[in-house]
């Protein structure tokens, strides 16, 4: 009776201690951000050098930018890849599209419709749309595919559960009221749900996921300078 007793009294305790366990705090600071303004400066992916050869990490993203006289602001990978670092989805990149738009239905978090496209057009626009919505046309500079989408109109994806146990390091990008370009990784691991969570409180109508574990970010102005990572396509902010 003792023993069922004490079980009692221990589970319980457990029970206790994860109700009032805090959840994750969507909060400016358990993030590294960076606020792009298309119209003043330059948002632009990168996959390959010159060359042909694949840039792969931040640190060479920067010493890739700087051999072009620009000075790197701010990067993070850009997009879910194969194992070989090619794009899994739409790439375009100056104007070309390098890989076609992807519309499988498979298992992971790219193929968790709706997934979507994170884009900037000729004139200086960005955007997130849904995959569907997406059209590669003409007037699109650079486009990189990735999923899911975090927040869809501004609702978050109706498949995230508040509590969910499943967390990890994450990077994404949402498109502010203004226009103007969130990006953002958390410096620990978050639930998909808080993650959108964050975007949506920002008042990010549309933003997309773009990695999990892997996501690196170059971010000086926030203390943040890595410049490792092993990645396929990046996206790069520098002044026009």
């Known amino acids: 009776m003792k023993k069922g007793v004490l ?4 589970v319980s305790a457990i029970v206790l201690l994860l109700a009032f366990t805090p ?21 632009v992916l990168y ?37 070989d670092f090619s794009p899994v989805g739409c790439y375009i990149e100056d104007g070309q599209l390098i890989n076609k738009v992807n519309t499988r239905n498979a298992s992971g978090n790219f193929y968790l419709k709706p997934n979507g496209v994170f884009y900037v057009t000729k004139d200086n626009k960005a955007a997130v ?5 997406f059209k590669p046309s003409p007037s699109i500079q650079y486009a990189t595919q990735s999923g899911p989408m975090l927040v869809i109109d501004g609702k978050i994806h109706s498949a995230f559960k508040d509590g ?37 409180n920002k008042g990010c109508k549309n933003a997309l996921y773009l ?13 943040w300078p890595q410049t490792d990572g092993n990645f ?6 520098t002044s026009k």
């Open 7 to 10: 079980l009692i009294a221990a």
């Open 23 to 43: 959840s994750f705090n969507s909060s400016d600071s358990n993030f590294i951000t960076y606020t792009a303004n298309p119209s003043t400066e330059n948002i």
């Open 232 to 237: 396929g396509v990046m996206i790069g902010v």
């Open 47 to 83: 996959y390959k050098d010159g060359n042909g050869k694949r840039i792969g990490s931040l640190g060479n993203l920067k010493k890739h930018t700087e051999a072009k006289g620009k000075k790197l602001q701010f990067a993070m990978n850009g997009g879910m890849f194969q194992e």
């Open 164 to 200: 969910s146990t499943f967390v990890n390091i994450r990077n994404g990008v949402g498109i502010l009221p203004n226009g103007q370009v969130l990006f953002a990784m958390s410096k620990a691991k978050v639930n998909l749900y808080d993650f959108a969570m964050y975007f949506k």
């Open 211 to 223: 990695d999990g574990f892997v996501s690196r970010a170059y971010a000086p102005t926030e203390n």
């Open 129 to 133: 749309c849904q995959t569907e919505d």
